[in-house]
């Protein structure tokens, strides 16, 4: 196995873990932007107001694109051990 062949294994890698979290990175901060700016507008400085809404997002995020996330990494996963063949020759 050459060191270009690691190098672009992990280079799928971070990508679909990239593909995997941006989702719900970017839910809980657009969320976390909104809540913030409410306090902003409301005068309300309540820290632990900003916890519960961006945890209940990235939670009903999280359950709504679980199937798909499983099914990217089992694909990949796949792709992986059907690879094994030709990196072990």
């Given at each position: 196995?050459?060191?270009d062949?690691?190098?672009?294994?992990?280079?799928?890698?971070?990508?679909?873990?990239?593909?995997?979290?941006?989702?719900?990175l970017?839910?809980?901060?657009?969320?976390?932007?909104?809540?913030?700016?409410?306090?902003?507008?409301?005068?309300?400085?309540?820290?632990?107001?900003?916890?519960?809404?961006?945890?209940?997002?990235?939670?009903?995020?999280?359950?709504?694109?679980?199937?798909?996330?499983?099914?990217?990494?089992?694909?990949?996963?796949?792709?992986?051990?059907?690879?094994?063949?030709?990196?072990?020759?």
């Amino acid at each position: 196995m050459s060191p270009d062949y690691v190098v672009e294994i992990m280079k799928g890698l971070m990508a679909h873990i990239m593909m995997l979290a941006t989702p719900l990175l970017l839910t809980g901060m657009v969320v976390g932007l909104l809540v913030s700016l409410f306090q902003a507008v409301t005068s309300l400085q309540e820290q632990t107001l900003t916890f519960v809404p961006k945890a209940l997002a990235v939670t009903t995020l999280l359950f709504f694109i679980m199937p798909w996330m499983v099914r990217t990494l089992m694909d990949y996963t796949k792709g992986i051990f059907e690879k094994i063949p030709s990196m072990v020759m």
